[in-house]
């Protein structure tokens, strides 16, 4: 239900950061509008994390954006690319296929927090998929987030749910939905990749060097830098995955487009905690070798970070 006071609320979405980036690493890209939406669930709790009013979420614009139906004044709406190895094997073009990304949010802390829309519609890099999700993978992503936050662990955080009115085609009809989440960065392993494949040096060295001043700002502005920041994302990389091991979580998919350079739990697709203990637990159906079960995690994590380090060498050798 839309408050009283929907007509003064200003929308917080005020930042685009990754318009800084090399315009190869995005594309322009409108959310598919969603002709009956309804906010089903918003996380308050998030917002008060963030030191945010309800007030613009629950107002009329707030919704019409949140649900693809109009544009932000304040920010360019994108899709990001990225590259990506898939169950080991190399894919030169990936990026979000279903996902739109909003702007940022300044947090009362001065940082700047993405807001992404997942289930939004088609992209220049959909590659064939509608683009949209289901109501029930999207309350599994807000669930397993919001568990992951409520133990301790980086993640990725789910804003709000939003039915579209949209059917989505899967075996069979199934009820349309959008999650509003939002991250400390959308940058992955991937996207150094796609950087590291398309980009000259100089290029390359723009957008190490964005990341550097976006996500690891406590990083001297010196020679050394770019070695420092493997090692502070290796740093981060590890501690998730062993939090991940205590509490029994399996990403399932730990492509090198599922690792956050930020440290945070990203895509949960087929994920899960275990029942029982079973260091062979796998939870993709596709993954019928084992490559992401739960005691290869440690493991595929430094094969990733391997690959991230494949990026930055050219920047490490003429640093």
């Not at 001065?110 to 890099?125: C, E, F, H």
């Not at 392993?189 to 100089?202: E, I, K, N, R």
């Amino acid at each position: 239900m839309n408050n009283s006071s929907q007509s003064v609320a200003a929308n917080p979405i005020t930042d685009q950061r990754y318009l800084d980036c090399p315009s190869t690493m995005y594309a322009e890209a409108n959310p598919a509008p969603s002709p009956s939406p309804v906010l089903i669930e918003l996380n308050r709790g998030l917002l008060k994390e963030y030191g945010l009013s309800t007030d613009w979420f629950y107002s009329d614009e707030g919704l019409s954006v949140l649900a693809g139906n109009k544009d932000s004044e304040h920010a360019t709406t994108l899709a990001m690319a990225y590259s990506g190895h898939q169950f080991g094997q190399w894919v030169p073009l990936l990026g979000d296929g279903r996902a739109h990304m909003l702007g940022q949010l300044t947090l009362r802390d001065g940082r700047l927090i993405d807001v992404q829309l997942k289930g939004s519609g088609r992209t220049p890099y959909s590659r064939g998929g509608d683009g949209r999700a289901t109501l029930g993978s999207v309350l599994r992503e807000y669930i397993a987030s919001e568990a992951m936050a409520g133990l301790g662990i980086a993640t990725t955080r789910s804003l709000a749910v939003i039915t579209t009115g949209v059917p989505v085609r899967r075996e069979q009809y199934l009820p349309g939905a959008l999650l509003v989440r939002t991250a400390e960065s959308h940058l992955r392993v991937g996207s150094f990749q796609y950087a590291s494949s398309t980009l000259d040096h100089d290029e390359l060295r723009t957008f190490v060097n964005f990341s550097i001043a976006q996500h690891a700002t406590e990083l001297d502005n010196g020679p050394g830098k770019y070695t420092a920041f493997l090692e502070s994302v290796i740093d981060q990389q590890a501690s998730l995955i062993a939090r991940w091991m205590l509490v029994g979580f399996i990403h399932g998919v730990m492509n090198t487009d599922n690792m956050s350079i930020a440290g945070e739990t990203i895509d949960y697709g087929p994920c899960a905690f275990m029942d029982e203990f079973n260091p062979q637990k796998v939870f993709s159906s596709i993954d019928r070798f084992g490559r992401y079960a739960w005691d290869q995690q440690p493991s595929i994590g430094l094969w990733n970070l391997t690959r991230f380090a494949h990026t930055l060498a050219p920047l490490m050798d003429s640093s």
